[in-house]
């Protein structure tokens, strides 16, 4: 079955820090992949996503690339700021549309 | 436009009182989910809801728990007899229903069951 694999957490930067998520994947069919972000107190919200191999999703500076010769859609962000603390969710989205998310990855950005 | 809306934002009960937690979604959104996040934890699916029919019902944790959706819009997750363990924030997340579009997520209730 589907099914999302993603980096345990709690991650701990400083400021100015490079951030890499790992998330990798199975599933059959050609999934869409999607990384949410969730704030303190807040709901999920979407940060990017890539509907098809090789796809780079981007916003905000957080880039993931759709890979499916490694089943893998890591998040990744060159320079961290203390805003980008939250829980991370890699999702998958199946043709049938369900939803599969990994666990979540907490980041703390310390100035 | 407006986003997935819930109510209420937090309800606290006594064990062993039925609640209800109410979804609206996107205007026009057709699929409709429902996940419950405890401390610490990732999304727990519970249910999927296209139009009004729930073609998976598989994430129910027990017979307490049912929904309903009317009119393709309003959702509502009943919990019967609440337990302690029933205590979480529950999310709902609509989309568009089209292959590729990304889920909607409304804030939360958070439920205490004291």
């Known amino acids: 079955g589907n099914s999302v694999t993603q980096m345990e957490g709690p991650v701990t930067l400083s400021e100015e820090a490079f951030l890499t998520i790992n998330c990798t994947y199975t599933a059959t069919g050609y999934p869409s992949l999607f990384w949410y972000v969730q704030y303190p107190g807040e709901g999920l919200q979407l940060l990017l996503k890539?509907?098809?191999?090789?796809d780079k999703g981007s916003n905000k500076g957080f880039e993931a690339t759709y890979r499916k010769e490694t089943t893998s859609f890591h998040l990744e962000k060159g320079s961290v700021q203390v805003s980008d603390s939250a829980v991370y969710f890699c999702a998958l989205g199946d043709t049938g549309n369900q939803f599969y998310f990994g666990t979540g990855t907490s980041l703390t950005v310390i100035p | 436009g407006a986003g997935v809306s819930q109510s209420p934002s937090n309800k606290v009960t006594e064990k062993g009182k039925d609640v209800e937690l109410r979804c609206d979604p996107i205007?026009?959104?057709?699929?409709l989910y429902w996940y419950r996040q405890s401390l610490g934890q990732g999304l727990e699916f519970l249910i999927y809801?296209?139009?009004?029919?729930?073609?998976?019902k598989s994430g129910l944790p027990s017979d307490r728990f049912s929904a309903e959706r009317t009119g393709g819009s309003v959702s509502t997750l009943t919990i019967q007899r609440t337990q302690q363990e029933d205590s979480a924030v529950y999310l709902c997340a609509s989309s568009p229903g089209f292959y590729n579009s990304p889920l909607h997520f409304g804030n939360g209730t958070r439920l205490t069951v004291t």
């Open positions: 205007s026009g959104h057709t699929a």
């Open positions: 809801f296209q139009g009004n029919s729930a073609p998976d």
């Open positions: 890539a509907t098809k191999a090789d």
